[in-house]
């Protein structure tokens, strides 16, 4: 079992920055990759970003690329999202989860074990 804790959204003017935290505690947490990804009102849950468990590889998703870095401390247990340029589309809950290795694509909600409770992030025009 995987306690993920979420962090650090809040409300920025566009053009701003944030930094999200998610700290993971329990069994073998460094042994997961570790995602991030949000939902806006109305909407489906959407991938943003994932590291791989040693963080050898990071990808995002389009519409972030350039503007968000995804990074994790593994002697803290916490993975990172540095958001900057936000946008007014960047507004929603955003929550991190965790995945098994081997355990599907990145990209897919449905292939992450555990989830943080999730963190707003309003950006106003």
């Known amino acids: 079992q995987v306690q993920l804790v979420g962090s650090g959204g809040g409300l920025v003017q566009a053009g701003g920055s944030l930094r999200l935290s998610c700290t993971a505690s329990?069994?073998?947490?460094?042994?997961?990759?570790m995602g991030w990804f949000r939902q806006a009102p109305g909407k489906g849950r959407e991938f943003v970003a994932v590291?791989?468990?040693?963080?050898?590889?990071?990808d995002y998703a389009e519409s972030v690329k350039g503007r968000f870095t995804i990074s994790r401390d593994n002697a803290k247990n916490t993975v990172y999202l540095q958001m900057n340029s936000l946008k007014p589309e960047d507004t929603a809950a955003y929550y991190c989860?965790?995945?098994?290795?081997?355990?599907?694509?990145?990209?897919?909600?449905?292939?992450?074990?555990?989830w943080g409770q999730g963190t707003q992030v309003t950006v106003s025009a």
């Open positions: 590291i791989t468990s040693s963080g050898g590889r990071r």
């Open positions: 329990g069994r073998a947490s460094r042994s997961y990759n």
């Open positions: 989860a965790a995945q098994l290795i081997g355990g599907g694509s990145y990209y897919n909600a449905e292939s992450y074990n555990y």
